[in-house]
């Protein structure tokens, strides 16, 4: 009997000192890791909704590039934090491909992570060589089922844009050789000479060139059209169920009081919906998302189910 009431002390106890820590959260500066170089789409959803985190808390939000390993150098940072709610994770889809994309990782996103909020996602766009004779998915699948040679380029190695590409071959079962390139601009300017026939991108690095008539646009990724290109089909409508996109989400430490994550998740949801911050998203090609932490969770744990199926099939490594 004594040994139960003691249990139940502690339990009151960390009930109590979780309330005690949210009511006085934040009381310092909150550091905000960013897993790619600034400039990027992260650092973009970052350096957007920062400001307006650090006025809703009354805190300073310090972004922070730590680029490096693939984006595992600033995960692992995160996963190994205290657990207090001052060093979060701006995430993105690395959290579920690199799990297992990389042969050896210092953390489990499932274990090691505790999901705050999604904060949105960006469609990637298919674009092809503007000398490749196709005007459709439908007739860049038939030109690859008809024999001809062809190649995809890609932004890297285990990137979204590789995956999505590896992706669609699966479905619409074709046959394309890989290309990887360090980066869009360098890959974008190969499709744009007929180096390469075709590619996946994000929106925000692909339209511009397909805006300037060096690239042609055939559908893109997400799974209703897109606002800034309304005209121009998604791939789900010649290849039902086919959808990928881009993300971002923020993500504190493992173990992270649930009051603060529920302050956090509360004061982000309300900023995704400020009418300013929609419109920054929307001349970068991204949806503002929000929901819940559990729908985060739950996110998280189905994209490391659908791009372990991808990268196994693939046979990426690293």
Known sequence: MKRLTVFCWIAAFSVLSG???ADTYPSKPIKMLVPFPAGGTVDFFARTVGPRLAEALGQPVLIENRSGAGGNIAV??????????????????????NITLYEKLGYDPEKDLAPVVLVGTVPNILLVSPSLPVKSTQELIAYAKSGKKMSYASTGLGTSSQLSSELFKSVAGIDVLHVPYKGGAPAIVDLAGGQVEMMFVNMPT????????????????????????????????????????????LYAPAGTPKPVIDKLNAAMVKILQMPDVKAALAEQ?????????????DFTKSEIVKWEKIIKASGAKI
């Open 19 to 21: 309330t005690a820590r």
């Open 76 to 97: 692992e940072a995160v996963a190994k934090s205290p657990a207090d709610g001052y060093t979060l994770l701006m995430g993105s889809e690395i959290v579920s491909i």
């Open 206 to 249: 692909g339209l511009p060139m397909v805006k300037g008539g060096k690239v042609r646009i055939l559908a893109v990724t997400s799974a209703q059209r897109a606002p800034q290109v309304p005209d121009v089909p998604t791939i789900a409508e010649t290849l039902p169920g086919f959808e990928t996109s881009a993300w971002s989400a």
């Open 285 to 297: 090609g991204a949806v503002p998302a929000g929901g819940t932490p559990q729908a985060l969770g």
